[in-house]
């Protein structure tokens, strides 16, 4: 084994050899034996912590033993489970005095800044600082680290830790995403021999498809937490928003090559961080500084991490007034217990753990000097959010429409946010910026039922970081997306007003179908979600649905392509039954579902004609695995496991060459870096007999760019350069580049999640329901050419640009290009979607789209 990398012993220390038998101190130097009769984790686990990884059950069970050892002092607060039965818990610490009035001190910390109703009682006002550990699974090290914090905070012989107790409520998460910490433990302990093998190709170091990172449904929960689609993050942010912490810090780890970061973060910030924040940022900075150069460990700032896209565990607490930081230490899941880097040393888990141990306890130390500077600009923070709203908009009319789902939708997503909104309450006639042609109108027409969402509020700065047209770059070398507007999200008309607009507080009341009698059909309009979960839910049952291929008009209402008919006569085997299916199913959905008394319209096609076709219940696999992207294949597997409650085979890629394709007659394949191995010449003859026989497949991002160009296929990139003045003679002078603007240059090929603008066909299958228009999050731009045979049903022009950053070689990609086609093949179809439509759960008017791509196409 190489050396140990033991930077810190030309100091005279001995952290990383943990020698002792009891927990060191940030200092490096062994904490005093305790009087308090609290076990440390070493006593209770019967192992040093760094020497074993810890299942999710024992760091919960060592947090519960110290709660009873010192119940004075800690508070277990469970919150929730995730989809695996696992305990979601927050650990709470303080001094006696300040646990025994906690639920005072929360609702008071509410009660000031508006959130609750009513006058916070007298009494000290203790900072609340939230620390989240292990949010991806694999970056086991912070739950380790937790219990060292933990047992570190009960030491009231420590001075840092009297200091923080005195002037601090510190909550301490031990497990964000418990499915995948013990997804990746379980798998490592598993790996691991007597002693670890350090060798970087060593099994123990390599995970398999798709590793502890992810959630169950593979999702990413540090980009969830404003848009909130899964389960543990609904949970958390619920209990998120009965604290409001004043400081939050969130633990990860990075590649093993790197050292440690700390704030102060990258740019770009956005521009409605305030000056304290921005200021605390460096405070945080200075704080870890000197813990880390005590010890001689190396670490960088303002480098990578940036405070810009709001979903995350840094810039959500920010833009809800808080100090928000992100700590990353180098190893994540390919560390293990050593691991041997680039240069011959062997990077530890017992040197990580005390890394994020060391930055934890100077970051509550920061808070904890500045307790009343913190306390005092939170509450302002606030009072200017409900006194003089930040942003040119001081109201925003969301306008109902004939679609109650995406409202509702819309809805959801402003409570799990606690952002306040109403109602008109009555018609009226006022001037704003209208979020489809950007310009602004007078004159615009606010029917009674139209949301409205004043921005004089607590939650002011979130609802207009969520709400920008087009929010500020500052620099274009970001680590995420770069535009997500809510309207654009949810394909919602709005407006945004620069004058106060008051709201009501209820809807105005929406007129239901009366049924009398027994009716002759329903009619369902294709809409949104709630549509496509009520035709899911229709075909489980095995009831028969057609959909009308052209508008209609029946019983004084007019009804758009796609819209479903279930007719009685095509159900007959239903007998009496139907009529409950169909009202408990739109019930149970939300659909907007109409009994008729005849299928003779006055306008369009009967519902007997040729344009009135069958749906047939599609049987669903998708393809997963090595080169999968986690996220992409979890996005869709969710969709339909959870969202849609609907069947679906999860199918390993390397078995597509021994599968039965007469069971499936719908394939997705998500985006994959590996198709090349899967989908091999044979199996590809295999798939396309398939299709020609009937079969559909949805290619995916990268699966599309995959079969672009292949034989049978006539998805096809544009010929050509994307840069015009390469179309030029080339000059000698053009090779010639500077070293120092390589990333600046390469993000020109760019575009991390920009917003355009879809020209769809509607009377398409694939456009039904988006005669409103449609917005994509674009995040590559794959240049594809027009189908030459096949239905161009979305594509881009040269100025369908709406927000976000894209280079210059991807904007012009991004120009007369196909987003959404679909290739008639045989009796079968290939569908082609360039974007990700379920993006991370949260572009909701995506979900309609790829409904239309499984049920609706063919």
């Not at 091999?680 to 079969?707: C, H, N, P, Y």
């Amino acid at each position: 084994m190489k050396k140990i990398l033991l930077t810190l012993s030309l100091l005279g220390t001995l952290i990383i050899s943990r020698a002792q038998t009891s927990p060191s101190s940030p200092t490096g130097q062994p904490l005093p034996q305790q009087n308090t009769g609290v076990q440390s984790p070493e006593q209770f686990l019967g192992y040093k912590v760094g020497q074993h990884f810890t299942t999710h059950r024992e760091v919960i069970a060592y947090a519960e033993q110290v709660a009873r050892q010192l119940p004075k002092r800690v508070r277990i607060i469970p919150y929730g489970k995730t989809y695996e039965g696992r305990p979601l818990v927050v650990v709470a610490i303080a001094s006696e005095a300040n646990l025994s009035r906690l639920d005072e001190i929360r609702t008071n910390n509410l009660k000031r800044i508006g959130l609750l109703d009513g006058q916070p009682t007298a009494g000290p006002t203790p900072t609340i600082a939230w620390l989240s550990y292990n949010v991806h699974g694999n970056e086991a090290v912070s739950s380790e680290a937790f219990m060292d914090v933990l047992y570190q905070m009960t030491n009231l012989s420590d001075a840092v830790t009297q200091k923080v107790m005195n002037n601090t409520v510190v909550l301490l998460d031990p497990g964000l995403n418990p499915d995948g910490h013990d997804r990746y433990v379980n798998w490592y302990n598993q790996m691991v021999g007597q002693r670890p093998d350090p060798t970087p190709s060593a099994r123990e170091h390599n995970e398999p498809w798709p590793g502890g990172r992810y959630t169950h449904y593979l999702f990413d929960p540090n980009r969830d937490w404003a848009w909130q689609t899964q389960e543990i993050t609904r949970q958390r942010m619920a209990l998120y928003q009965q604290w409001m912490p004043h400081l939050h810090g969130d633990f990860h780890e990075m590649g093993v090559e790197s050292p440690y970061y700390f704030a102060p973060s990258a740019k770009p910030y956005h521009e409605d961080i305030t000056p304290f924040q921005r200021q605390f940022q460096q405070i945080i900075g200075q704080y870890c500084s000197r813990y880390f150069d005590k010890n001689g460990w190396l670490y960088y700032t303002r480098e990578r991490f940036d405070l810009f896209y709001p979903s995350y565990g840094d810039t959500y607490p920010t833009y809800n007034g808080a100090i928000g930081m992100t700590y990353e230490q180098g190893g994540s899941g390919r560390a293990g217990l050593a691991v041997e880097r680039a240069d011959g040393d062997t990077l530890t888990l017992r040197q990580r753990i005390d890394h994020h141990v060391a930055s934890s306890i100077a970051t509550l130390e920061s808070v904890a000097d500045r307790s009343a500077d913190v306390v005092k600009e939170f509450g302002q923070f606030f009072d200017k959010a409900r006194t003089t709203p930040i942003g040119p908009y001081k109201s925003y009319i969301v306008k109902a429409g004939t679609d109650p789902g995406r409202l509702k939708a819309l809805q959801q997503l402003l409570d799990n946010n606690k952002i306040a909104y109403g109602y008109a309450g009555k018609s009226m006639s006022v001037t704003g910026f209208n979020y489809t042609n950007h310009k602004s109108e007078k004159n615009v027409a606010v029917g009674a039922g139209d949301m409205v969402i004043s921005a004089y509020q607590p939650k002011s700065t979130l609802l207009k970081i969520l709400f920008e047209p087009n929010s500020t770059l500052e620099d274009s070398a970001t680590y995420d997306i770069t535009a997500w507007s809510m309207p654009y999200a949810f394909g919602l008309q709005t407006y945004g007003l620069t004058t106060r607009l008051t709201p009501g507080t209820a809807p105005a009341a929406t007129s239901t179908s009366t049924i009398s009698g027994t009716p002759y059909g329903y009619v369902i309009r294709w809409q949104s979600m709630p549509s496509v979960q009520m035709l899911a839910g229709l075909l489980k049952q095995k009831v028969r649905v057609r959909v009308a291929e052209k508008a209609f008009d029946l019983e004084n209402k007019t009804y758009p392509t796609g819209t479903l008919i279930v007719t009685r006569g095509n159900n007959d085997h239903f007998g009496s039954r139907l009529d409950a299916i169909v009202r408990a199913e739109a019930a149970r959905t939300g659909a907007d579902m109409t009994p008729v008394q005849s299928g003779f319209v006055a306008k369009g096609s009967d519902f007997g004609s040729d344009f009135v076709t069958g749906l047939k219940a599609p049987r669903v696999a998708v393809v997963a695995g090595e080169g999968s992207q986690p996220p992409a294949v979890g996005e869709v597997w969710h969709f339909f496991d959870q969202e849609l409650n609907y069947p679906v085979t999860m199918l390993d890629g390397n078995s597509l060459g021994n599968i039965d394709w007469s069971r499936f007659n719908v394939l997705v394949l998500p985006t994959n870096y590996n198709y090349g191995r899967f989908l091999t010449d044979r199996v590809l003859t295999q798939m396309k007999d398939w299709i020609r026989s009937g079969g559909k497949l949805i290619a995916m991002e990268r699966a599309a760019s995959f079969l672009a160009g292949k034989e049978g296929f006539d998805l096809k990139e544009k010929a050509g350069s994307t840069d015009p003045a390469k179309d030029r003679k080339t000059a000698v002078t053009d090779s010639l580049k500077i070293y120092g603007d390589r990333e600046r240059v390469a993000i020109s090929d760019e575009t991390p999640g920009s917003i355009y603008r879809v020209n769809i066909d509607t009377t398409h299958p694939l456009g039904f329901g988006l005669g409103n228009g449609y917005y994509t999050l674009v995040q590559n731009a794959y240049n594809f050419d027009f189908l030459k045979d096949g239905w161009n049903v979305g594509y881009l022009k040269n100025d369908n640009y709406v927000a976000g950053f894209a280079g210059r070689n991807a904007k012009n990609k991004l120009k007369n290009t196909l987003l959404m086609g679909v290739q008639s093949y045989g009796r079968g179809n290939v569908v082609y979607l360039a974007d990700d439509p379920l993006f991370r759960g949260f572009w909701y008017s995506g979900k309609l789209l790829f409904g239309n791509a499984v049920f609706m196409v063919n």
